[in-house]
């Protein structure tokens, strides 16, 4: 079974640049997570789509960053315009349904954001 | 507000060695734990979840218990190997939560050596 697809891997960029990451979920997983990883810290939830509608994104810093899913599939982060502080690994993650549900979430590889 | 904290934040111990990772959250009103490994450069893999209602869950060499009342939680790994070293994270969803977010700990970087 194919896993979490995520791009690009690495991406060097800018401040006040903008900057757009890919993930392609689990085939069949209706629910979509988008999270942030700095470097030693825990991931943080950005925002949770449950097929292509926004569960919660109470986290997610919405003067810059924005986060669309559209037909309930793929899925791309924004972040416009970049800050020093972004610099961190951008963790998608895909389950069946909703984690209450049991359901466990598989992660892909993040893209490692870099803000010069 | 649910935080959750690990200790340490490194490890590094010899092979062969039994070993505890510890993981404490300040809001006891959970619906589960989990314990997720990170190895450099790639995602995260859950290696167990516990329910709320459940005290521990074994898989092969690993053991996590659960004590709600004192928020807290261990990871137990048996005669730790060199490709055991990675980084080790606890996760919670709170109780109240009706979206199932994790509230992850900081993690902590287990170094076994040969």
Do not use: M
């Not at chain 1, 791009?7 to 629910?31: D, L, M």
């Not at chain 1, 599939?73 to 502080?85: F, G, M, N």
């Not at chain 2, 619906?31 to 790639?42: A, E, I, S, T, V």
């Not at chain 2, 928020?71 to 996760?91: E, K, N």
């Amino acid at each position: 079974e194919a896993g979490v697809a995520q791009s690009p891997r690495y991406k060097i960029i800018e401040k006040r640049q903008s900057v757009a990451f890919w993930c392609n979920p689990i085939s069949g997983h209706a629910t979509l997570y988008w999270y942030q990883q700095i470097l030693g810290q825990g991931p943080k939830l950005l925002i949770q789509f449950q097929n292509n509608g926004v569960v919660d994104d109470s986290q997610l810093p919405k003067d810059r960053f924005s986060a669309e899913r559209l037909k309930g599939v793929d899925s791309t982060l924004k972040i416009q315009p970049a800050k020093l502080e972004d610099s961190a690994v951008y963790l998608c993650a895909s389950s069946l349904g909703r984690a209450l549900g049991g359901n466990i979430q598989y992660f892909g590889a993040g893209t490692r954001l870099s803000v010069l | 507000k649910q935080e959750v904290t690990q200790i340490p934040a490194a490890l590094s111990v010899p092979e062969g060695e039994n070993l505890v990772l510890n993981c404490s959250f300040t809001d006891s009103a959970i619906y589960n734990l989990q314990w997720f490994r990170q190895d450099p450069g790639k995602g995260l893999t859950s290696l167990l979840l516990i329910q709320s209602s459940q005290r521990e869950q074994t898989s092969g060499r690993l053991n996590a218990s659960l004590d709600k009342s004192s928020g807290r939680s261990t990871l137990y790994i048996a005669a730790s190997q060199p490709g055991d070293s990675a980084t080790y994270l606890c996760a919670v969803i709170h109780g109240s939560s009706n979206t199932g977010k994790l509230i992850f700990g900081q993690g902590t970087t287990l170094q076994v050596k040969p």
